[in-house]
């Protein structure tokens, strides 16, 4: 069982992630609705993996979910980060796969995708 964070600025897909990742026997020990939340919950509870909304509004400055993994790797370079996007963002999902993201799952979220996604990451 992995320690994980969820990060989105809809409070639905939060649920709706949560949910999933509970069903597949991980805890949720974190969730923030934007990127400066996010940083901010990364260092306070240090989870083991994070889900990061790629698109997310400004706050703070920071202006996405990329920008809030470059903190959280800034942070700890060991982060685990999953980015979660929509279709017709790939080219967001090479940037971030790029500075440091270990993957990425596409809305709709199901934990057919999850899972994988996860294994992968934290075995």
């Known amino acids: 069982m992995a320690r994980i964070m969820v990060v989105d600025d809809v409070s639905i897909m939060r649920?709706?992630?949560k949910g999933h990742l509970q069903?597949?026997?991980?805890d949720v020990v974190a969730e923030a609705s934007n990127?400066?939340?996010a940083i901010n919950q990364y260092m306070s509870t240090k989870?083991?993996?994070?889900?990061?909304d790629i698109t997310?509004?400004?706050v703070n400055g920071?202006?996405?979910g990329i920008e809030a993994l470059e903190k959280i790797k800034e942070f700890d370079k060991n982060a685990k980060v999953i980015m979660?996007?929509?279709h017709g963002e790939e080219k967001l999902v090479m940037e971030a796969l790029t500075k440091g993201a270990k993957g990425y799952v596409l809305k709709p979220i199901?934990?057919?995708?999850?899972?994988?996604?996860?294994?992968k990451i934290i075995g």
Not at 110 to 119: G, H, V, Y
């Open 23 to 26: 069903r597949l026997g991980h």
């Open 47 to 52: 989870p083991d993996l994070v889900t990061m």
């Open 84 to 86: 979660i996007t929509s």
């Open 62 to 64: 920071i202006r996405s």
């Open 15 to 17: 649920f709706t992630i």
């Open 35 to 37: 990127g400066d939340e």
């Open 56 to 58: 997310m509004p400004a």
């Open 110 to 119: 199901t934990e057919d995708k999850l899972k994988p996604a996860l294994a």
